[in-house]
Structure formats: structure tokens, C-alpha cells
């Protein structure tokens, strides 16, 4: 493993936006000279430990930390709005997709591992990649790989769209002073941006991941407070107990699914634990804060606003709290912008048009400004934040999330599997299409109609 992949992981453990981080260094591990002998790829010795005694090790503290922050973003604004959209079928959505998601990363994990002679599990895999690759070599040993790193580049580039998109929103609501409209907002925020495409050492933005992080519980505990603080209105209040809009319901369900995903960067952060035989112990407890703050959170907001519930949450509260709210979520989406743009660019210039570092530096300027462009293109023409966190979570989420890992692990594990650890993969296969397909639809749907109301 190179000094830069260590030096970055070290980093990795303290932000809430790091996540990505670890996303770049899973699937781009080859680019910075990750190259491990058969020796250090397995240890039947002591599979539970690092296989390369001079890796960077967390422990199981730092590794909750980061999947809690994976999982706890800036996304969560959008959760309220999910609920008012699914009734009280979003609250059982919120506690089902703790527990599959936390299940899904485990067996992804374990698809890792292989037993040896003795049946003792042996880590031969490094990557998602790895595992894509190995389940698609009798088809076309590489294509697995290159499916991976597709979902993974989209759903970077839906990561940053968003970002611009709610930058757009809170710089028009921020700044009532100036006569801004959300298109203005993220051009302006464009603008700001454009130095990401002279970034090409991670840890310039890695620094910013821990303030990022903290201004995120803050935000989220002022808003539960000022929620708590209206809590004699709740009685007015009441979730929809008739059946829910289908459209808004497969929206909302592409919100939750977002909002939980973490597998994408999993196996880099479970190679690095140092005991682990602790990380499926810490996807459940980290799943379950998870869900109780969701829950708290999402439950709150909409006992406080009902129906008014606008799809950023911070748009309900009063104008002075709101304004200095949103400039604090502004300055956040701002900074954590820089890193899954970083992780896009490498993806693309590496991945996908196997570019190296010594290729024509206007080329990569070219290329990176050009994927910078596109996603303000993007956010220009999105009419809905929610729609378009939906349509991620459709897409990508539930393909990382749900579909891939189920798939993976009865490819590589359907010997050792019994019949009910079978029958829920398969469950959670077919849970996971439906919901892609519907949802996708269903957003591309209101986009549509969005569109025709402008």
C-alpha cells in the first residue's frame, strides 16, 4: 500500500464527507501503486488481522464514525419531506432500510473472504471491484469491474448535482437581501467551485471533512430543538393513515435508500479495522443510531410542520434561524463538493479513459472542467431537489445498496448459504429491482410534470 493511500486514510476516519474518500482509494487502489503480493493478500494464519503490517489501522470507534457520517449526511434534509410523501409506511421504510442496509454490507464483506483447506476465512479480495470481477469471470473476466465503476461515477456525479442544487436553494433563501433565484444560487456556487479542477492532492479538502461533519449534527440538533420547542402544535398533527400517493411513495422510497448508503466504500474500511471480527457488531449498532436519529429527526419535523413540510426541512424554520441555518449548510455543501468531485474526475480519468498522471495537464484540465460543467448543467435543469435525490437512490442506491450485494452473495456464497439465508438474498434481489425500476420511474415521472408546472 503507497505512503499517499496511508497518509489518506489516516485522514479518512474524522469527516462525515471523508466517506467518498474511502470510495476513491476502494476503487482506485491501482492507480497510486497499490500492488500486494499473494503473501500479503491472504494470511491463513490470522485472516482477522491486516494482512500488511505497515497498513493504517482504525479501530472499531473510528470505522462506526465513519459509516455513521456516510450515513448521517446532508441528505437527511430531505427525509421529512419522504415522510410527509409515504405516510406511516415511511416510518417502517426508514426501520427496514437500516436493517437490509446493514445486512447488505455485511455479506458484501463476506464476499471478501473465501475458505481455505481448514475452513478457515481467507481475505482474497480487496475491492467492490474485486468481487464484481469475480463473479463475472466466466462471462467477461473485466466487465463486472467496469459496472461498478459506472454506478460508482454516477452516483458521484448525482452527489455533486445535489450539492449545487441545494447550494442553489440556500444561497436564494439565505441572501433575501439579494434577488437571487435557485438557478442564479447554483451558478454562483459554480463559480465558487472552480478551483476543484486544480485539486489533485486529496488532502487539501480532507482537512474541511471534520468541521463538515460537526456542522452537521449541530444543524440537525438545532432543528430537533426548535422542533421539541413547538411541541404543543404536535396534537394538530398526524401522519396519513389512508393509502399513499404511489409516485410520491417510490420517491420517498428512493430518499430513505440514499440516505443509507455506505457499501460502496465498505471493503476499504473493513480491510483497514483492526479487529475485524468487530465489523459486523459495528454495521448494526451504527445502523440502529442511524435509525433512531432518522426517525427522531424525520418524525419531529413533521409533527411541527404537517403538510407544509417543504422538501428541504431548513426552509420551514423561522427567518432569522433559518438564514444563519442556511448559511452554515451552504458553507458545508460548498466544502464537501470538492471531494466526490475528486473522487468523479479520478474515476473517469483512470477508471473508465485509463488516463495517467502524466497525460497533457490541459487534457485533464479539459476533462475535469468539462465533468464540473455537466454537473452545473444538471442542477440548472432539476426543478426538484427531492426528485432528483430519488432518482439517485433508484438508480445507484439501490444497485450498490441492494441489488449488487445480494447478487454477489449468492454467486459466491450459494454452496454455504442454507435455504433461508437463500430465500432472503433472493427476497432482497427482487425487493431491490423493484424499487430501482418503479422508483426510477416514478421520479423521471414527476420530473416531467415538474417541468410542464414551470
Known amino acids: 500500500m503507497s505512503h499517499l493511500q496511508l497518509s489518506w486514510l489516516k485522514r479518512l476516519h474524522a469527516g462525515a464527507e471523508e466517506s467518498q474518500g474511502l470510495v476513491l482509494r476502494d476503487e482506485l487502489g491501482q492507480t497510486y501503486g497499490d500492488h500486494r503480493s499473494q503473501s500479503q493478500t491472504s494470511s491463513p494464519e490470522d485472516p482477522d488481522q491486516p494482512q500488511n503490517t505497515h497498513s493504517a489501522t482504525i479501530t472499531t470507534w473510528e470505522a462506526g464514525w465513519n459509516v455513521t457520517n456516510a450515513i448521517?449526511?446532508?441528505?437527511?434534509?430531505?427525509?421529512?419531506?419522504?415522510?410527509l410523501q409515504s405516510g406511516y409506511l415511511g416510518l417502517l421504510l426508514l426501520v427496514l432500510a437500516a436493517l437490509i442496509c446493514s445486512y447488505t454490507g455485511k455479506i458484501l464483506v463476506s464476499c471478501l473472504y473465501e475458505e481455505d483447506e481448514s475452513g478457515?476465512?481467507?481475505?482474497v479480495r480487496h475491492t467492490y471491484e474485486d468481487i464484481a470481477n469475480a463473479c463475472c469471470r466466466h462471462i467477461c473476466p473485466c466487465i463486472g469491474g467496469k459496472v461498478v465503476n459506472v454506478a460508482q461515477l454516477v452516483e458521484l456525479v448525482m452527489?455533486?448535482?445535489?450539492?449545487?442544487v441545494v447550494s442553489g436553494n440556500l444561497m436564494c433563501h439565505s441572501l433575501f437581501f439579494l434577488p437571487l433565484s435557485p438557478t442564479t444560487g447554483s451558478a454562483i456556487s459554480f463559480l465558487i467551485l472552480l478551483p476543484c479542477m486544480l485539486i489533485r492532492d486529496l488532502r487539501v479538502?480532507?482537512?474541511l471533512s471534520l468541521f463538515c461533519s460537526l456542522a452537521q449534527f449541530l444543524i440537525t440538533f438545532i432543528v430537533i430543538g426548535y422542533c421539541v420547542r413547538q411541541s404543543p402544535q404536535w396534537a394538530s398533527r398526524s401522519l396519513r393513515a389512508d393509502v399513499v400517493d404511489f409516485d410520491g411513495f417510490q420517491v420517498a422510497v428512493g430518499v430513505i435508500i440514499f440516505s443509507y448508503t455506505s457499501q460502496i466504500y465498505l471493503p476499504t474500511l473493513e480491510e483497514s479495522m483492526m479487529d475485524r471480527l468487530d465489523f459486523n457488531t459495528m454495521m448494526d449498532w451504527t445502523h440502529a443510531l442511524a435509525c433512531v436519529l432518522k426517525t427522531a429527526f424525520s418524525v419531529l419535523a413533521f409533527l411541527t410542520w404537517g403538510e407544509e413540510t417543504k422538501e428541504v426541512i431548513t426552509d420551514n424554520l423561522?427567518?432569522?434561524l433559518r438564514t444563519v441555518v442556511n448559511l452554515c449548510l451552504l458553507a458545508k455543501a460548498l466544502l464537501?463538493?470538492?471531494?466526490?468531485f475528486y473522487a468523479a474526475a479520478e474515476?473517469?480519468?483512470?477508471?473508465?479513459?485509463?488516463l495517467d498522471s502524466g497525460s497533457e495537464r490541459w487534457t485533464l484540465l479539459l476533462l475535469r472542467g468539462s465533468l464540473l460543467l455537466l454537473t452545473l448543467l444538471m442542477a440548472l435543469f432539476v426543478p426538484r431537489f427531492s426528485l432528483l435525490m430519488g432518482l439517485t437512490g433508484s438508480v445507484t442506491g439501490a444497485a450498490m445498496t441492494l441489488l449488487l450485494p445480494a447478487l454477489f452473495h449468492l454467486q459466491l456464497k450459494w454452496t454455504q448459504l442454507d435455504l433461508s439465508r437463500r430465500m432472503l438474498d433472493l427476497l432482497i434481489l427482487?425487493?431491490?429491482?423493484?424499487?430501482?425500476?418503479?422508483g426510477v420511474i416514478c421520479s423521471i415521472r414527476g420530473m416531467i410534470t415538474a417541468f410542464e408546472d414551470k
Do not use: E, W
Open 318 to 320: 423561522p427567518s432569522a
Open 430 to 438: 427482487l425487493l431491490g429491482g423493484f424499487c430501482s425500476v418503479s
Open 120 to 123: 478457515c476465512p481467507v481475505r
Open 347 to 354: 474515476i473517469l480519468q483512470t477508471g473508465l479513459l485509463k
Open 159 to 164: 452527489t455533486c448535482i445535489l450539492y449545487l
Open 205 to 207: 479538502v480532507s482537512r
Open 336 to 340: 464537501s463538493y470538492p471531494l466526490p
Open 72 to 83: 448521517q449526511g446532508l441528505f437527511v434534509l430531505g427525509l421529512p419531506y419522504a415522510l
